[in-house]
């Protein structure tokens, strides 16, 4: 259930906003994963769009960016693309912590993240007021 709850955790972030600033519906959020995180794309989404339905939020596409995982060793002081392990799973390729140089433990340096990048969104209603007036209270 590890989608679930990053999706459970990105909506309240959502929601958040979406209280912050009634004036603005959001329309589109765009994500970025990391590799190293493991989350499956399409159990994110379908988390994500059954857990909005009956919130203002509902409508909102989940957009997810990819991150690509990077290690650095300081054994051997490799950095780059991680090793991957073949065959543990047919044709699912699995990421991990070893040097492709020496072998040894490296350490995650990108693809680790799992964070709102950025979030789209339109006026609610349209709009007639200038846009840098302050909001009335
Ligand atoms: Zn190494």
């Avoid at 929601?15 to 499956?40: C, D, H, S, W, Y």
């Avoid at 509902?58 to 693309?81: M, N, Q, T």
Wanted: a negative charge.
């Amino acid at each position: 259930m590890h989608e679930f709850s990053i999706a459970s955790g990105l909506v309240e972030k959502l929601l958040e906003f979406a209280e912050e600033n009634p004036e603005k519906k959001i329309v589109e959020v765009r994500v970025a994963i990391g590799e190293f995180t493991q989350v499956e794309e399409e159990q994110l989404r379908f988390c994500y769009d059954s857990i909005i339905t009956e919130m203002p939020i509902a409508g909102s596409r989940l957009v997810i960016e990819r991150v690509p995982g990077k290690v650095a060793c300081p054994h051997c002081s490799y950095s780059g693309s991680p090793k991957y392990w073949e065959g543990i799973l047919p044709g699912v390729p699995l990421i991990t912590l070893q040097c492709p140089g020496c072998g040894k433990a490296a350490v995650a340096t990108e693809g680790e993240e799992c964070s709102v990048r950025s979030i789209r969104f339109k006026p609610s209603q349209p709009l007639s007021v200038p846009r840098d007036r302050p909001a009335a209270l």
